[in-house]
């Protein structure tokens, strides 16, 4: 599969570099300069750029992808990236991260969102106080 | 009227304070505490310590019954989520909000979101101050991709046409004071000397324009 994964830190660089050992086709799209360059070092295929931006969809094939991961640290972003990805280039499925359970209720259709996942719910689940 | 501001910095705090001091109900939500220290002393407001993009603290603030809400925040995630929250999700009737970096104007644009964005407009206009000393806009549009100029017709421009100062997508003449009365000209009416024209000109076109009236156009 072709998958874009939106933020390098340390969820999406796990999953990207899990994804790429099992030969899926993985582009990270990251902010920082910095991380973008360990990105590389790592040997993961990393762009330079704002998510919520055309520019850098494109130059990291979201024409072509049929999976997008929005792995970023902020919510408020992370739903502007899933948002304008599916709205211009039609990903099959866009998963987003949820980093706030208090957000988890703006996660849906109306912001590009097909899957949501919230660690800290899931957390929270499992200790039992959800 | 009940208003709801995320965002407490220089703007948020400068319209918090005028709408309070006109007798509004005005609530502010900033993640920074000391943000709060912007309003002015005195100010019978609220100032919730929260983002605003927070459910529970947006619902604190009142916005469930706010009759305005603006997103000053300096971030366009938080304003866009924020204010297309306020919009759908609790029908705020009237939702304003900045927009930051441009690059991403067009996402407020495709939300149908009202935006007001500083840094285009001033780069628009301090571009123009250094470039265009003596045309001075009367009136910017939008984000100061177009305006409104006026001018006197130079002596060498009498006799011509208005259609002839047209130029499509760039410059229209949409005003002509002569003697102390205004009309909105044909493309076929004479220009006078001393003639006050109004134009509606292309921020790019500005420098066309003013070749024009100073005689080293065509």
New interface residues.
């Given amino acids: 599969m072709r998958i874009i994964v939106a933020g390098g830190g340390t969820i999406g660089r796990q999953a990207a570099q899990r994804l790429s050992a099992d030969g899926h086709h993985v582009t990270i799209i990251e902010l920082s300069a910095a991380r973008a360059l360990s990105l590389r070092q790592l040997g993961l295929s990393a762009v330079r750029g704002?998510a919520?931006?055309l520019p850098a969809l494109e130059a990291a094939g979201a024409l072509r992808a049929d999976v997008l991961a929005v792995c970023t640290g902020?919510?408020?972003?992370n739903?502007?990236i899933s948002?304008?990805s599916k709205?211009h280039f039609a990903i099959g499925r866009v998963i987003a991260l949820v980093n706030?359970p208090?957000?988890a209720?703006?996660f849906d259709q109306?912001w590009g969102v097909d899957a949501a996942l919230s660690p800290t719910a899931a957390l929270l689940g499992l200790i039992g106080s959800a | 009227m009940k208003v709801v501001i995320v965002g407490c910095g220089r703007t948020g705090s400068a319209l918090a304070a005028r709408l309070e001091a006109e007798g509004d109900d005005v609530t502010l939500l900033d993640p920074d505490e000391s943000a709060q220290n912007r309003l002015p002393a005195g100010f019978r407001g609220r100032f919730i310590h929260g983002s605003g993009s927070s459910r529970s603290l947006l619902e604190e603030a009142g916005i469930a019954h706010a009759e305005a809400f603006a997103a000053l925040s300096p971030s366009d995630s938080v304003n866009i989520i924020a204010a297309r929250t306020a919009r759908d999700f609790y029908r705020v009737p009237r939702v304003f909000s900045r927009l930051c970096d441009p690059a991403r104007a067009p996402i407020y644009a495709e939300l149908g979101l009202a935006a007001v964005g500083s840094v285009q407009t001033d780069v628009n206009r301090v571009h123009h101050l250094l470039h265009h000393r003596t045309l001075e806009p009367e009136l910017t549009f939008g984000n100061g991709e177009t305006m409104l100029v006026r001018a006197f017709v130079p002596g060498y421009l009498a006799g011509r046409r208005v259609a002839e100062l047209n130029v499509p997508g760039e410059i229209a003449v949409v005003e002509i004071s002569r003697a102390g009365h205004s009309s909105v000209p044909e493309g076929t009416s004479m220009l006078q000397q001393d003639d006050f024209v109004s134009f509606v000109v292309a921020s790019g076109s500005l420098g066309r324009l003013r070749s024009f009236l100073d005689g080293t156009g065509h």
């Fill in positions: 704002d919520a931006v902020t919510d408020e972003e739903l502007l948002f304008v709205r706030d208090e957000n209720w703006l109306s």
